[in-house]
């Protein structure tokens, strides 16, 4: 069965072809091509090829499997991240942003967080957008059918790491709302490898729910292709056309000739790949709103074993201030060379610090941004710019102090904070005073995994890039399904927004099939 | 494309091993500086001449000051050095100070006898988990498999209609 293959390590479907596998230009046909093989084109994916239609997904990553995935951090990243894991957001300060570049996508390298849209975001994207049919109510089948098809559920209790119960204890002192986090997994054993392939096929990222799905439904699936443009006939969308470079250093041009394009590339892709292929927004909006959900990490210092890299990733968040832009705190255990790179300490110090790998609780924190940036392609190439807001910059200040009277609450004994020349920290009293002084905004050590927003879903084509549904305004079968279409950040993890949106574009597509298929 | 250290940016790296790793890195000093190859292969081009231009930068900037170029360093001098650029003539020495610090870091963590040294032992911590699943939860997993292939359509009986 195609999913034990991808779970133990079969042989590659049939239906799944790689560089190895094209060996000069290919011209293909099919009802729909979508590119992108993520959270929001899989979903499109499964769902068209259920319903009998032709589907080819491309996929600029390569196609790995369960068994591919390995304790190895740095290869993982090399393989699976965009550009090694160092995509920057030019600005004050540069923000590096991962993107997965794999078959599955970003779901590959996520932590898995799974929750629905909050009724608060929905509520805004009513009135600001128009999206009056987005509601609570009307996405309930697709969150439903989603949760089902990736396993969304609680973590089994002995899964979870001391880091977690530490982070817990904390805001239990505090008295502050603990969520038990909501994941795509099917019986998490805690591996804590989320970001770098889940080695056990716990978590139910695309690459073994959707993609399986959509190749048991006779979708085909090629790996290794990279899309320059989509290819079009006055105004409507009539495919794409991308290249594969064979190990041998070849490139052959790949033609897909559809009817109907499906762009899942993500929010920085996205945008890149239609001005590529010329095409424009009347709102002026393509590229331009780029949401990026900020998050900063502190490291906790406790006297006792945490090992938190034996658990599992964020199995709880702590949602008190995400009325407050404050999204969630969560432990979120790094592996010893990650933890490593994102402290300013070398040489001896470095060594000191890192001997205490064990005792130590990684903590993050997620702000809802209330700024926007863009992307412009230079070079064929997307450039995310974005300057972190002095309101959001002081929310994580605030967010900072908070997080640590909770780890400190939770018995830490230093605290070491995400910017350059921070003292360590010994105690909540102390967190204040430091906290409480102006910190230049170009020291703080930030990153990001979700970017949206940038073609914005809207009812009004002088003000967004694409329909309530996802097609671009003034472009005949062209659907963009990513976080792209967010009218703004989405406050929780993104992924099953995307995934529920996808789904039910989808349905919107087999309903209108004469439109987009005919 | 396979990626190559240029002989200047391996001889500053090599200068910069216990610079920036602890003291107990030292004898994996190859090790790290190949594996930072690995991680330069996979950054965007632009970026690869980037860092090959900062470190031509980084090691004749010492000249001035040491008479020497910055690969020839050692001890307090090659710590100096690498310091002054930490604080910054400008913000692109700084960036590049920080980014060798941290791509350097990450290579020197990635080695075994580093990871061992911290108690950080992911590889057994797999197998162990990954038997567990398969087969405490065996009749689970077996069940989201079938799952995922179970006809589920999202609209009835809107097989293909179109021509």
Request: aromatic share 8%.
């Amino acid at each position: 069965m195609a999913t034990a293959a991808l779970h133990e390590g079969g042989s590659r479907p049939s239906n799944v072809f790689t560089r190895h596998d094209l060996k000069g230009d290919t011209v293909l046909d099919c009802d729909v091509v979508i590119v992108g093989s993520g959270a929001g084109g899989a979903p499109v994916a499964a769902e068209l090829a259920e319903a009998g239609y032709d589907v080819i997904v491309l996929e600029e990553g390569s196609y790995y499997q369960t068994r591919d995935f390995t304790a190895n951090t740095s290869q993982m990243v090399r393989q699976l991240y965009r550009d090694g894991g160092a995509s920057i957001a030019i600005g004050n300060p540069p923000i590096m942003f991962q993107e997965g570049r794999a078959v599955g996508g970003s779901t590959v390298i996520n932590g898995g967080m799974s929750w629905r849209t909050p009724e608060n975001i929905l509520a805004r994207w009513r009135d600001e957008a128009g999206l009056d049919d987005l509601t609570a109510h009307s996405l309930e089948p697709y969150f439903e059918r989603v949760e089902k098809r990736i396993h969304v559920a609680p973590m089994d209790h002995d899964a979870i790491g001391r880091d977690n119960w530490l982070l817990k204890k904390g805001a239990d002192a505090k008295g502050w709302e603990t969520l038990g986090n909501l994941r795509n997994q099917a019986h998490c054993v805690g591996s804590n490898r989320c970001a770098f392939g889940c080695p056990t096929g716990a978590k139910q990222s695309a690459l073994v729910s959707y993609i399986p799905r959509a190749l048991h439904f006779g979708a085909r699936v090629y790996a290794d292709v990279s899309v320059q443009r989509i290819t079009m006939h006055g105004k409507r969308a009539t495919g794409v056309i991308g290249s594969v470079r064979t190990d041998d250093g070849a490139k052959h041009e790949i033609v897909v000739r559809a009817k109907l394009v499906v762009s899942s590339c993500g929010a920085i892709q996205t945008p890149a790949l239609l001005a590529r292929s010329g095409l424009t927004s009347r709102s002026g909006m393509l590229g331009q709103n780029l949401s990026l959900h900020p998050n900063v990490k502190v490291v906790a210092l406790f006297d006792e074993d945490v090992s938190g890299w034996q658990g599992a990733h964020q199995a709880f968040q702590v949602r008190e201030f995400a009325d407050e832009g404050l999204g969630c705190f969560a432990a979120v255990n790094l592996p010893a060379s990650i933890v490593a790179m994102s402290v300013p300490h070398r040489g001896k110090q470095l060594g000191q610090f890192m001997d205490q790998y064990n005792q130590m609780v990684v903590a993050g924190l997620l702000c809802e941004d209330t700024t926007t940036g863009h992307v412009k392609v230079i070079n064929g190439r997307p450039q995310a710019f974005y300057n972190l807001a002095e309101h959001d910059a002081h929310n994580i200040q605030r967010g900072l102090v908070l997080l640590a009277e909770l780890l400190f609450a939770a018995g830490a004994k230093r605290l070491l904070l995400p910017f350059h020349h921070a003292q360590e920290l010994t105690s909540a009293d102390e967190a204040h005073r430091v906290l409480s002084a102006p910190i230049p905004t170009k020291g703080w050590e930030v990153v990001t995994v979700h970017m949206m927003g940038t073609a914005k879903m809207g009812s009004d084509r002088t003000t967004a890039v694409t329909d309530g549904y996802g097609f671009m305004h003034d472009v005949d079968r062209l659907l963009i399904s990513d976080a792209s279409v967010f009218p703004s950040p989405c406050r929780v993890n993104p992924m099953e927004t995307i995934m529920a949106l996808a789904t039910r574009s989808a349905g919107h597509i087999i309903d209108n099939a004469r439109r987009y298929l005919g | 494309m396979t990626y190559h250290h240029t002989p200047t940016t391996r001889a500053v790296l090599d200068s910069l091993v216990p610079v920036i790793c602890p003291p107990e890195a030292v004898p994996y000093r190859d090790a790290i500086v190949a594996d930072m190859a690995l991680q330069f292969e996979v950054v965007p081009p632009i970026v690869q001449r980037a860092l090959g231009l900062g470190f031509v930068t980084y090691d004749l900037g010492a000249l001035p000051r040491y008479f020497k170029r910055a690969r020839a360093l050692q001890g307090d001098q090659a710590e100096a050095y690498f310091h002054s650029w930490e604080e910054g003539f400008t913000p692109l020495h700084v960036q590049f100070a920080r980014v060798i610090n941290q791509l350097m870091s990450l290579s020197c963590y990635e080695q075994p006898a580093m990871m061992e040294r911290v108690g950080y032992r992911p590889a057994a911590w797999i197998e162990k988990v990954t038997k567990k699943r398969l087969t405490v939860f065996a009749d689970d997993v077996r069940k989201q498999d079938a799952q995922i292939l179970a006809p589920d359509p999202l609209r009835p009986a809107m097989k293909k209609e179109v021509a």
